[in-house]
């Protein structure tokens, strides 16, 4: 066998290596009301599995804003990277995922508008069984403190919700009317958490969502706040992602 083969073969089975090597950067995207401590427990998983997990803080002001603060945690990953999104950062991460070092892309009950949907088109599409989305004057949105566990987190612990539904973060009308522009899922490996008992998020609508954009769907049997409720599944979906399983 010549030189020239053999560097063609050596070379081809560094690309095949270098394809099997898992993606150890993860950036996740929290969803509207909520912060990114809920994530707390994923990423102690996580970690000792040798990831690198980072939060990208929303400010929830409007879908570029939001966009734009997820391509910024992007930019100081080295390396590629699994990105995250619950709820409405699922239409972040379809936006911010068209980075080429986004190599999946991972939706936790979640929503992912197609290019020229926006959130409130799909939520009425589909409604949820319950909603407790309130808008202020200011053109805010906020969930019913007082029903903000029942139809939010009702397999979580009173006592904890409540504390979640006084320390909402606030989402805008205008992020729920944004067209999207992009969307990412189209072109990027997916994977998708079907929250059953979801009463936020339409199960419905999500598994619709999911088969359209040909996600590997799991479901969970939780709420819409699944990734707190049942860290150590969710967990897994993100490491079958970041392995290509």
């Known amino acids: 066998m010549n030189t020239l083969r053999l560097m063609a073969i050596a070379a081809a089975m560094t690309v095949l290596s270098a394809q099997a090597e898992p993606v150890k950067n993860i950036v996740i995207v929290s969803g509207s009301f909520v912060d990114g401590s809920g994530w707390r427990v994923i990423h102690d998983i996580l970690t000792p599995k040798g990831y690198k997990v980072t939060v990208a803080a929303q400010p929830h002001t409007s879908l570029d804003d939001d966009v734009a603060a997820t391509r910024a945690i992007l930019d100081q990953q080295i ?112 994977y998708a958490v079907l929250s059953t008992e979801d009463r936020a998020l339409s199960p419905d609508l999500q598994r619709w969502m999911y088969q359209r954009a040909g996600a590997k769907v799991t479901e969970v049997k939780g709420s819409h706040l699944a990734y707190i409720s049942q860290p150590d599944q969710i967990a897994k979906v993100i490491d079958d992602a970041a392995n290509g399983r």
């Open 79 to 190: 390396g590629p990277v699994i990105l995250v999104g619950h709820s409405s950062g699922g239409a972040v991460i379809s936006a911010a995922g068209e980075r080429d070092k986004v190599k999946a892309l991972v939706y936790v009950s979640a929503l992912l508008p197609d290019v020229g949907e926006s959130l409130a088109q799909l939520l009425g599409s589909m409604p949820a069984p319950s909603n407790s989305v309130r808008p202020t004057q200011d053109g805010h949105l906020f969930v019913d403190p007082a029903r903000f566990h029942d139809d939010v987190a009702a397999d979580l612990p009173v006592n904890r919700t409540n504390y979640m539904a006084i320390s909402q973060v606030p989402a805008t009308v205008a992020t729920f009317s944004t067209q999207i522009w992009a969307a990412a899922w189209h072109k990027k490996p997916s």
